[in-house]
Structures are given as structure tokens and as C-alpha cells.
């Protein structure tokens, strides 16, 4: 472990020594509670554990049991704690608020990776929170990075016209930067290498937002000045709010997110202490120690676990710690803002891309040398949170494999595996079996009932709409996630096989606003309806009692598809709005100014053009010169003759009949823009850009060209 300079060696230790009896704590709950839930178990099942079969049963629900029972204990660290006044060994609490807001500042990036994001939408974001930071009066410590990784000409070529439309509305020529990489390897994690290897040495933090972060400025100072003000934190790592929910999906998460969050982020945060995780946005990080010890090597195994990381944060909060620096998750500042995915389509999307990456950690939880414990325990969680699923339904077949034996079999007294000259009767405790359900159950929904608890104790019930309309938000949520559970447990376990099988994977934007069609969710969904019918219908056949057990899983399966529909619509999730249902803080009136900025920016209407952007490049004289001016010369050896030829059958035939490497070919070599712009005003009026001109001398709109010729 290096050495970090100017480290508090004796806050440190103290701290740590702190951090480790809290986790010894919670392992003792978890196992504790683990194995009377496994004993209770074995005393369930008819042989109690006298067989292969029902062996296997109890290893996985003890892995199971064992899983949801850390967040279960997380959650009542959280609320014992703030029953308590809070954390009083937090990173915040170590500061006076007066002397921490004196602290000055140093030069921080700002920085905003992108990949096919809708652009107005994404950088009308980025605009709320210059304007924010502009507030505070201390916009002169902060640059404004825009990293683009997108691929389609018609999106980074409008990328590039909206950034120089932003930098001279907002007057941050020399503030606001764009960049766009030509290759981009490494998904996120080399957009944000590239960065640095480039410009890092120009500031010494890092704040990385996503698309749909929004970080008050206020929060984004303070941050600042903490870091400042604890030389050995390498990472503080802020705990988003899901904000901006319209469908009935993005509500439910948003407030979810909002209200549980307040326990389940409070203990998390004080068991992890100084070893927390980064969750890749929302967070500031120093860029010193950063580029010196967070570079992320390849793989070297088979499969998935050979080649580049994919999901990058986890393993950057492991290399931090491993050079010594801290990494902490500081619930104290707020105003930190995401978005939901607005349909459960979108976020089964997402969760495929997800998978992938986290199983990739077990590689480095096992394979990367000196990482924290902690550290490797984060891995551990991240993989489980996808590895989870296939574990559940591999238990429901092993239940529904031994509810078939024990129906359709004759009963074994010497079952294999069986030793002992005495036959082993089957026996049932039905009086056991309901305590065990109920004791899962308590771990599963019990958090969300302390949850309410502490709002009453804490005299907010009020922001989420009064006590009436918190407790049926809290009962309603707990509907839809019981309706979700299995859906997602059979989505993840095909993802995970499919990423264990190392199946072709790609990346791509994400929805933020649309719908999800009844096309779509049958689709998408009719593989696990298929399941859930043929599951139900055999446990029918069997026994009607197992058919019953069988239900909570079978049920919300087979009406996946319209349960897709209708939690992507937009109209019971404004109704429920209006009724004061699924509420959150954030959306009060009046607003915050951040979210009035964003809500106001995003709402402005966009002067859509006739013109696609690549057309807009070539025909706006303006828009050209911009180009041009981002554009490097590349005609240079045999691409000259290419790009030459490309320019020619670009002007006789149009764009349409262009693959998109080639126009990016062309929009990337600034003397094809040239002779493009030329040819095409001078092409004959009957020909594709001939057109292009006349359909734009019809266009009755304002302001037509985005930058002035």
C-alpha cells in the first residue's frame, strides 16, 4: 500500500478500527440468522437433508437467505443510526461547516461522457448545472469537459453544433470543451482515460456526471472544498436521487429510490466507511492518484473474463484503495440528482449490459493482489445482484424436482445418500414452514416498514405527501415489486447465462421518453409467460397445495407483457401524481432552482431542420466552417484517393446511399467538407442536393441556420 502525503494517520486508524466492528456486527447477524433459517429448513423438507436433492435446496437458500438478510441488516443499521443523530464518525461530520465553507477551491473538470444520447435533452442538463455552479460565484475553479464516444455522423455532428450554440449562450468559450474520439475502445472507462491522458493535468479533481446527472452547485463546491480539506480521500461518492419519473414505472423506482434510500444509504455508508464503492457518475475524484494507480488492465482468462472491464467503477474504487487512499460514500450532501429508466423494458436493457460487466469482477476479486476486503466484498455484492436470479430459479426447481418425487415416486426410507441401518421416515412441520415464510418475508419488506417509522420520528411524512398518502405509496410500491421479482429473476438468469456463455454484447443510448408497445412486451416477455404457464400447469398436476406456493412466481409471470404496457404509460403515473401517490420531496413547488433550470431547458422548443445534421454540415455555411474548424486533414497516403472518391458519390447520389463509417470519413477530414459544401451548392437542382436546398427555401421557420454564415 503507498504511502499518502499529508495523510491523518491517526483518523485513519480510528475510523478503521470502527469500520471493522461495525462489519464484524453485521456478519454475525447475517450468518447467525443464516444458519437458524437453514436449521429451520432442513427440518421442513420430508428427509431433512437426507438427500442430494434436498441438499442442494438448502445450500441455495442459504445463500439466498444470506444475501437478502446483509440488506435487511444494512437497512436497520441505517435506522438505528439516525435514531441516534446520525453517523458521528462520517466523513462530513468531521468539519465545521464554517470553516469547511471557507476552505478554497482548486481547479476541477466537470466532465460529461456521452454515447448516442439525445443531445438537446443531455446537454440542456449540463446547462442547469453550469447555471447552478454560475450561483455559487466560483465558476472560475471549474471546466466543462463534453467526451463524446458516439458513432452516427447525424448525432455527434449535432453534438458539435449544440456545444457551440451552449459555450456562447452561456459565454464559456475557454470554460466549455468538446471532444469526440475517433476510436473508442474501452466503453466509458477509456472515454474518461482518453480525457486524461490528454487534459488531466490541467485541474486536480474530477466531478463525472451521466447524461442524466444534475448536481447542485452548492453540493458540487463542497465537494470540492471537502476533498480539499481530506488529502487522503481519493473518491467522495454522493447518493443520487432518481428524480423526473413520468411513467408509472419511473415513478414507482424514483420513489423507491427516494424513500428507502434514506436507511439503506445511511448504513451502507457507515459499515463501508472509508472502503465504499464508486458508483461511476455523481462523484468527485482526485485526479493525481487516479491516473496513477486506476488504470484498468485486460483480463487475462477465457470468455468474459478475458478482454477489456466493462463496468469500470467498482474496480477503479478498489485500485484507490489499494494505493491508500479512501473512498467514501457521503450521504450528507444532497441535491444530487439521476434518472429512472421511464419502462421496465429499458431497464432489463440496461441490466443486460450490467451483468456482464459485474461477473467480469469476480475475476478481479479473486486474480488482483493486495485489494481490501471490503473491496472484494463490494464485488461480491455487485455479482449478486444479477447471479442472485439464476440462483432463485434454480431453486424453484429443485422445490418443484422434489414436490414431483414426493407425488409422483414411491417414498424412499434409505434415500441416496442415506446412511444408517434405520429407514428415514418423511416428516412434515407445517408450524416451522410458515415461520420460516414469514421470517423471508420480514427480511424482504420489513426495511420498507422502518422506513415509514422513521418518517413519522423524523417529522417528514409530509414531503412525500402526508402519513395516508406515504403509507399507500409504501403499499403500492410493495405490489408492483412482488409483480416484478419474478420477471426480473427470469430476465437476469438468461443474462447472466448468456454473459457466462460470453455471448456478443453491445452498447447503445438509452430511452428516455418512450412507450413500450404491446408488440414490444409480448415479444420481449412471452419467453417467460411460456415458462410461468408450463410451471403453473405442472404444479397443478402434482398438488393443488403446490400449485398455490407456486402462484406468487407463476402469476406475475405470465401477465409480464401487460404489466410492461401499462408501467411504461405516462397516464396512471400522472394520475397517481395528482392523487399526491408515490410522491418525493423534489417535487415541490417552487422547485429547487437546479430543476427549474433543467425542467425550463429542456422544455424549450428546438427548431427542427429540414436538413439531417450531415446535410446541415455540408449546405449551412456556418455550420460548415464549424466543422471544418473541429475537423483534422486525413488525406494523406491511400485515404486521400477514398475519401476523394467517397466526396464524389457523396455529391452525385446523396448521403442515403453512404454507409455510416463512411460519412463519419468525411465529416471527420476537413477538406471533404469543403469540397462537399461546394459541390453541393453547385450540384443541379433536379439532383439529391438540389433538392435538399429547395425543400429548405419552403421551410417557415425562424432562425433557420443554427450558426450564422
Not at 486508524?13 to 462489519?23: D, K, L, S, V
Not at 408450463?534 to 407463476?554: I, R
Amino acid at each position: 500500500m503507498a504511502e499518502v502525503p499529508g495523510a491523518n494517520l491517526s483518523q485513519g486508524y480510528r475510523w478503521r478500527h470502527i469500520a471493522f466492528a461495525r462489519r464484524s456486527l453485521l456478519i454475525l447477524f447475517v450468518l447467525g440468522q443464516t444458519a437458524v433459517a437453514s436449521y429451520y429448513l432442513l427440518w421442513v423438507l420430508p428427509y431433512h437433508g437426507g438427500t442430494w436433492l434436498e441438499l442442494g435446496m438448502t445450500a441455495l437458500f442459504a445463500i439466498l437467505y444470506a444475501w437478502i438478510a446483509v440488506g435487511f441488516w444494512t437497512a436497520v443499521f441505517g435506522f438505528v443510526l439516525r435514531l441516534t443523530g446520525g453517523d458521528r464518525h462520517g466523513l462530513l461530520r468531521r468539519h465545521n461547516p464554517e470553516a469547511l465553507a471557507a476552505t478554497p477551491l482548486a481547479r476541477t473538470a466537470i466532465l460529461l461522457p456521452i454515447y448516442h444520447e439525445p443531445v438537446e435533452w443531455t446537454l440542456s442538463g449540463l446547462k442547469a448545472v453550469y447555471r447552478d455552479i454560475e450561483r455559487t460565484g466560483r465558476i472560475e475553479h471549474f471546466e466543462f469537459y463534453i467526451l463524446s464516444d458516439s458513432r452516427d455522423p447525424d448525432v455527434w455532428l449535432e453534438e458539435q453544433r449544440r456545444w457551440h450554440e451552449l459555450a456562447r449562450e452561456l459565454g464559456a468559450e475557454g470554460r466549455l470543451f468538446y471532444r469526440r474520439r475517433p476510436v473508442n475502445l474501452n466503453y466509458k472507462s477509456g472515454n474518461v482515460a482518453d480525457f486524461l491522458r490528454r487534459w488531466g493535468r490541467r485541474c486536480k479533481y474530477m466531478v463525472v456526471l451521466d447524461a442524466d446527472s444534475l448536481l447542485s452547485g452548492d453540493t458540487v463546491v463542497r465537494m470540492v472544498q471537502l476533498m480539499e480539506r481530506e488529502p487522503v480521500v481519493g473518491i467522495l461518492q454522493t447518493n443520487p436521487t432518481i428524480i423526473n419519473g413520468k411513467s408509472l414505472f419511473a415513478r414507482v423506482q424514483q420513489f423507491a429510490n427516494r424513500f428507502y434510500s434514506t436507511l439503506f444509504s445511511t448504513g451502507l455508508a457507515a459499515i463501508q466507511m472509508g472502503d465504499a464503492a464508486f458508483w461511476g457518475h455523481n462523484a468527485i475524484l482526485r485526479i493525481e492518484p487516479f491516473m496513477k494507480h486506476c488504470g484498468l488492465p485486460k483480463l487475462g482468462g477465457f470468455g468474459i473474463f478475458g478482454g477489456p472491464i466493462m463496468s469500470h467503477d467498482f474496480v477503479e474504487a478498489a485500485f484507490m484503495g489499494r494505493a491508500g487512499y479512501e473512498v467514501w460514500l457521503e450521504t450528507g450532501f444532497g441535491n444530487s440528482f439521476e434518472e429512472s429508466p421511464p419502462t421496465l423494458a429499458d431497464e432489463l436493457s440496461r441490466d443486460n449490459r450490467w451483468a456482464k460487466g459485474n461477473l467480469q469482477h469476480l475475476w478481479v476479486m479473486f486474480r488482483e493482489p493486495g485489494l481490501r476486503f471490503a473491496h472484494r466484498m463490494a464485488f461480491l455484492n455487485g455479482v449478486m445482484a444479477y447471479l442472485a436470479s439464476p440462483l432463485w430459479f434454480g431453486f424453484l426447481v429443485l422445490t418443484t424436482l422434489e414436490a414431483a418425487r414426493m407425488t409422483l415416486a414411491p417414498i424412499e426410507y434409505f434415500p441416496e445418500g442415506h446412511q444408517g441401518p434405520f429407514p428415514l421416515w418423511p416428516e412434515w412441520r407445517p408450524d416451522w414452514a410458515l415461520v420460516l415464510a414469514l421470517s423471508t418475508f420480514a427480511l424482504l419488506f420489513l426495511p420498507k416498514f422502518l422506513a415509514i417509522l422513521d418518517a413519522v420520528l423524523h417529522r417528514y411524512t409530509r414531503e412525500f405527501g402526508g402519513f395516508l398518502r406515504l403509507f399507500a405509496s409504501v403499499l403500492l410500491e410493495i405490489a408492483i415489486s412482488i409483480l416484478l421479482a419474478p420477471v426480473r429473476m427470469w430476465a437476469h438468469s438468461r443474462y447472466v447465462v448468456a454473459a457466462l456463455l460470453n455471448l456478443s454484447l453491445s452498447w447503445s443510448g438509452q430511452n428516455r421518453t418512450e412507450e413500450t408497445t404491446w408488440r414490444q412486451a409480448l415479444v420481449t416477455q412471452f419467453p417467460g409467460m411460456l415458462v410461468g404457464g408450463c410451471w403453473s400447469a405442472f404444479a397443478l398436476s402434482l398438488d393443488k397445495l403446490f400449485f398455490l406456493w407456486s402462484l406468487p412466481v407463476a402469476i406475475p409471470l405470465l401477465v409480464a407483457a401487460p404489466t410492461a404496457v401499462y408501467l411504461s404509460r405516462i397516464g396512471p403515473g400522472s394520475v397517481l401524481k395528482a392523487w399526491g401517490l408515490l410522491r418525493i420531496p423534489e417535487e415541490r413547488e417552487p422547485p429547487l432552482p437546479l430543476l427549474d433550470d433543467a425542467r425550463t431547458f429542456r422544455s424549450e422548443p428546438v427548431c427542427d431542420s429540414v436538413w439531417s445534421p450531415f446535410e446541415q454540415a455540408v449546405l449551412n455555411p456556418g455550420l460548415n466552417r464549424l466543422h471544418r474548424a473541429l475537423a483534422k486533414d486525413h488525406r494523406r497516403g491511400p485515404r486521400s484517393e477514398k475519401l476523394m472518391a467517397a466526396v464524389d458519390r457523396c455529391l452525385e447520389k446523396g448521403p442515403s446511399v453512404m454507409s455510416r463509417a463512411e460519412l463519419s470519413g468525411l465529416a471527420r477530414d476537413s477538406q471533404s467538407l469543403a469540397d462537399l459544401h461546394k459541390g453541393a451548392w453547385r450540384a443541379p437542382e433536379r439532383g439529391y442536393w438540389g433538392q435538399c436546398i429547395t425543400r429548405r427555401s419552403h421551410e417557415q421557420v425562424s432562425g433557420q441556420d443554427p450558426v450564422s454564415g
